[in-house]
């Protein structure tokens, strides 16, 4: 574990898974504290805080490690510069970070002898963006050593990548801190398939407080950033084993994506190592954000295939109309009314889904948090300290 089988699981099979702020500058204080408050009363169901637990709070380094968020940004700023496919990579790391046991930096950890990593499974195989992490942490540990939580630097990174990439500014609270344990099984089982249905979907979302609506709006986040072909491929060939493409594939965007992906052969199925290793060897796709070109040579496209807008916006949701989203576990919105109705009122109505999104990433950002005494600060964000 993790083996080649579960592996293709991840990528065949569906069962197993069970409007914005636009000027961060804008955005006075005490408007930011209330719309947290708000936030936090809708969101204690989710973060239940024993008696003597210290709770997140807006600019919570504000005394230890005043220039914290500012070097984020900054950091993420320059990498955007010269690598943008890391902006969604970042954004998407903080989403796989929070879904399995909440924001707690346990994507982050190295697998050790006892202890299987989250980013050595199949869901988390193509993630990537952990050396930007590293890089922020350096910087962060060199002026205020021991203060600051990698789960506080994903979540700020991801909202920095975010804006970036042309999406919302929303303000984040802080004070997270970090797991001492990787939860391999955890990622494994619980990170949603790409050919989860509906209701797996719905399920996994709602198990974590997600509704409906929010569901729909995250998954807008696929208007940026690429898909590997393996994550769709048996969509365009083999289809539950039917040796047909899906049905619900438009077929003028089967051609095109066949095009793409031409027909791969199925070593790419597969996962990339069949054996356990206690410590595995740092990934080539995490050793340097310095080059242009894509780490990962496996074929893939761009979320906006249509390559016309390079940002953050509502064309994913229009492309779901035309019966053309990439993933089965996108176009399954279009499956059921109401998640349909939300396709369609976020396709015209940019304003709505860039506040909505906000409003979910914020409530992504503080699923599940550990704050103090819970929990620790590591020093290397891939090590428990
Ligand atoms: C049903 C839920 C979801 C499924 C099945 C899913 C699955 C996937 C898959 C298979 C990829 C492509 C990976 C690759 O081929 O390299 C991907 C990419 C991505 N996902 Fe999701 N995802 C889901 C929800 C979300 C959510 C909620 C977010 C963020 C809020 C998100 C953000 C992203 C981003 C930004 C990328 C592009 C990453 C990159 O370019 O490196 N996804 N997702
Ligand atoms: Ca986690």
Known sequence: YPNSETAKDYYRSSSDFVGGFSDPAALAHDF????????????????????????????????????????????????????????????????HDCFIKGCDASILLDGTEGMESEKDTPPNETLKGFEVIDIIKEEVENVCPGTVSCADIIVL??????????GPYYPVTTGRRDSMISYAQLAMYQLPSPYGDLDDVLASFSARGFDERETVNLLGAHSIGIIHCK????????????????PSLDPGFLDTLRSRCGNISSHLLTAPSAS????????????????????????????????????????????????RGILYADQQLMSREETRNWVRAYAWDAVLFRKDFSDAMMKLSNLNVLTAPDGQIRRNCSKVA
């Open 32 to 95: 930011q504290s209330s719309l947290i408050s708000l936030a936090w009363s809708n969101y204690d169901d989710f973060n239940s805080r024993s008696a003597g637990q210290e709770s997140l709070q807006y600019n919570f380094y504000h005394d230890t490690c005043p220039k914290a968020e500012k070097i984020v940004k900054e950091i993420i700023r320059q990498v955007y510069n010269v690598r943008p496919d890391l902006g969604p990579a970042l954004i998407r790391l903080l989403f």
């Open 276 to 323: 356990p290793s206690p410590s595995p060897a740092p990934s080539p796709c995490r050793s340097s954000f310095k080059s242009p070109q894509s780490p990962i040579e496996e074929p893939g496209v761009a979320m906006d295939h249509k390559g016309t807008r390079r940002e953050f916006g509502t064309s994913y949701f229009r492309s779901l109309l035309q019966g």
């Open 231 to 246: 994550s769709f491929h048996s969509r365009l060939y083999n289809f539950s084993g039917t040796n047909k493409p899906d």
């Open 157 to 166: 990174a991801a909202r920095e990548a975010l804006l970036q990439a042309g």
